[in-house]
């Protein structure tokens, strides 16, 4: 079956436009992750769903980021007016239960902020 | 705070050799382990994970790991090292309550033949 896909797979985007990633985990997973990938260091969690709700925003960085997964399936990361500093990988996940330990990646999203 | 560290960010092992990659985690209850390879431009793939029962965890590509509850461990190892395994891997911990994998800063590994 299909995993994890994650979309764009780059964007380059110049300092304060907003961008926004698209995730669409594997079908009837209830978890999704969202993690913050910078280059050469492990994966840093940001945000975290079951089904349609948000239930842990705590790592996002700064306001400018914001998710959503409406329909508790695909789940979109939008980051407003962008900075240098947000220029990662971007990693989704999604898990199959609510506990949502045994988690499936995506490839991620480089995102390149110049 | 719940942690999980990885030694040596590069290591550099001989085609045929033993690959042996140390992990320890934090706490004074066991979380829920794993290992992710992670190849270039692509996501983080599971090789193997530790939940309960049996210590020693086989995973794919030859790959096992062994949970050490006194040493706080979960080190990976493979008896021969292949040049299809230079990559990065990632051990990573899962603690219930915070729903979260926390991960270490990964070990790159470069298979010399």
């Known amino acids: 079956g299909a995993g994890v896909s994650q979309s764009p797979r780059y964007k380059v985007a110049k300092r304060g436009q907003d961008v926004a990633l698209r995730c669409d985990p594997i079908?009837?997973?209830?978890?999704l992750f969202w993690y913050q990938q910078a280059l050469g260091q492990g994966p840093e969690f940001l945000t975290y769903?079951?089904?349609?709700?948000?239930?842990?925003k705590s790592g996002l960085p700064s306001d400018r980021f914001f998710a959503e997964r409406p329909e508790g399936s695909v789940s979109t990361l939008k980051i407003q007016r962008t900075q240098q500093e947000d220029s990662a990988v971007y990693l989704c996940a999604s898990s199959l239960d609510r506990g949502g330990d045994t988690q499936y990646f995506g490839p991620g999203t480089r995102l390149t902020v110049l | 705070a719940q942690s999980v560290t990885q030694l040596g960010s590069h290591v550099s092992v001989s085609e045929g050799a033993l690959v042996l990659l140390r992990c320890n985690y934090s706490s004074s209850v066991p979380p829920y382990l794993f290992w992710y390879v992670q190849y270039p431009n692509q996501g983080l793939q599971l090789l193997l994970k530790y939940t309960t029962g049996a210590t020693l965890v086989k995973g794919i590509n030859g790959f096992e790991a062994e949970f050490k509850k006194s040493e706080t461990s979960f080190h990976l190892t493979k008896p021969s090292a292949h040049m299809s395994d230079a990559a990065e891997y990632f051990c990573?911990?899962?603690?219930?309550?915070?729903?979260?994998?926390?991960f270490g800063k990964g070990n790159q590994v470069v298979v010399i033949p």
């Open positions: 079908s009837g997973h209830v978890s």
């Open positions: 990573a911990a899962f603690y219930y309550g915070n729903n979260r994998l926390a």
């Open positions: 769903f079951q089904n349609e709700a948000q239930l842990d």
